[in-house]
């Protein structure tokens, strides 16, 4: 099916090219059932000269359907083949083309009209349809941060390479890509990337014993995807954007600093060397960010809330807590020594997350899971994308072997 299927999209996307002075964006969203997908949708729908030419998906058909009866997209992906079949057929009244797999994600990555292509999948799925995009000169709205850690080495100077930008949906990332407009990248002392420290801010590990999952889905500032949840309440989401931020701003590690900001008000910082700070603040709100990266370095409107300076209050600032936090302390590690750790340490904390969302392990599993992935996985220097999934499955068959 998918096959068949993916030679009918080359036919259409040839067929319409894109007309000289057409200012429509034309935009492929992959993961646009999820919190950053959907928000992009609502940034779709609040502006009428951005075009939704595909959308793609796990397995929330449902709210597919519901996409796709609404924004019109020529082609879907869905990752599972049965959930494909199921959809087309519930689509049969739409043009509506519907690929699955890995392909589909490929083949709606490289849409010839398509300019931008928005990476809202969790996880290192995201890698091949980004390469993909990129080979095909696509811009990316990169929410997907997993990508970036564990192939940024190969994605950074490819997209150099193909004249691409990777535009920053990463709050943090945003932030700093914002601060920077207008800057010279050579004239950064360091970044202070903000975190807001999660659920467990000021926790010994005694105390996090016994989080259960209820507990760790419940982020004080920001309502996102469970695991993005789960990574902010252990650090780990905070170690895997300094990774992001070393590759998107080509800045050391040692100029890395994580600056605990539990209000979420101030989104991250730039030191400068004459010692100058610039600052992005805001209220907590996705939809900023997305609206950024997709019309940069234009800025819309948007709706929403504003910051009130007089019922703010105060702003406060504490260091980050490494040692009941080993997430964060990790993340520098596996950067620090670079090749395919972070991989390992990206595709440790994916599979650790996922069995402490089944309850199959507890919450400081987490961070031991990782740590002995580490320690125990072979060091692949400079690894091609075969020897990034390679690393993955080698990590995965280590945890099944030694935690399931
Ligand atoms: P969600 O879990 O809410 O959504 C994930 C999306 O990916 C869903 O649309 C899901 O589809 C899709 N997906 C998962 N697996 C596959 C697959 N194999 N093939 C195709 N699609 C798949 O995550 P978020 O939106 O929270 O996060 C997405 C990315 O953005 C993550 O990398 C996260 O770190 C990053 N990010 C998120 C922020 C946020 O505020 N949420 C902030 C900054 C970064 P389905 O639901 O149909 O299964
Ligand atoms: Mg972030």
Redesign the pocket.
Same mark, same amino acid.
């Given at each position: 099916m998918c096959k068949e299927r993916a030679q009918e999209i080359v036919i259409i996307s040839t067929r319409r090219k894109v007309s000289n002075g057409d200012t429509m964006k034309y935009i492929t969203i *992959?993961?646009?059932?999820?919190?950053?997908?959907t928000q992009t949708l609502d940034v779709v729908r609040s502006n009428k000269d951005i075009k939704v030419i595909a959308l793609? =998906?796990?397995?929330?058909i449902e709210r *597919?359907e519901q996409q796709i009866r609404e924004f019109k997209p020529e082609v879907v992906s869905v !990752?599972e083949e049965e959930k494909a079949k199921q959809l087309a057929n519930n689509i049969k009244d739409l043009n509506t083309k519907v690929l699955c797999g890995m392909e589909g *994600?490929m083949e709606i990555s490289t849409i010839e009209k398509v300019e931008i292509v928005v990476t =809202?999948?969790?996880?290192m799925?995201g890698i091949r349809p980004t390469i993909s995009a990129i080979l095909a000169g696509k811009h990316i709205a990169l =929410?997907?941060?997993?990508t970036l850690v564990t192939a940024g080495h190969i994605i950074m100077p490819l997209a150099k390479e193909k004249n691409v930008k990777i535009l920053p949906?990463?709050?943090e990332h945003s932030a700093i890509f914002q601060c920077l407009n207008g800057e010279n990248e050579k004239e950064i002392d360091k970044i202070l990337l903000t975190a807001s420290g999660g659920p467990f801010r000021g926790f010994t590990r005694e105390q996090m014993k016994n989080v259960q999952v209820e507990h760790a889905l419940k982020h004080p500032n !920001?309502s996102?995807?469970?695991?993005?949840t789960i990574d902010s309440s252990t650090m780990v989401n905070k170690g895997l954007e300094v990774i992001e931020a070393k590759w998107l701003f080509d800045v050391d590690f040692d100029n890395i600093e994580v600056v605990v900001q539990p209000q979420s008000v101030i989104h991250s910082m730039v030191q400068f060397i004459d010692g100058a700070i610039m600052a992005q603040l805001g209220t907590p709100d996705?939809k900023l960010p997305i609206q950024y990266a997709l019309y940069y370095p234009e800025r819309r409107v948007l709706g929403g809330d504003r910051l009130d300076f007089s019922t703010l209050g105060q702003l406060t600032f504490e260091k980050p807590d490494m040692e009941n936090f080993r997430g964060l302390k990790l993340a520098y590690e596996a950067g620090r020594k670079g090749g395919n750790v972070p991989t390992i340490f990206n595709a440790a904390n994916e599979k650790a997350v996922q069995l402490f969302l089944d309850r199959q392990i507890a919450y400081l599993d987490i961070p031991d899971i990782i740590e002995a992935s580490m320690s125990t996985i072979a060091f692949r220097n400079n690894p091609s994308v075969e020897e990034i999934l390679l690393t993955e499955q080698e990590t995965y068959q280590f945890i099944k072997e030694r935690w399931n």
């Open positions: *992959l993961g646009s059932t999820g919190s950053i997908g793609g =998906a796990g397995s929330n *597919l !990752w *994600l =809202a999948i969790v996880g799925i =929410a997907n941060k997993e949906v990463d709050s !920001w996102m995807g469970r695991k993005i996705m």
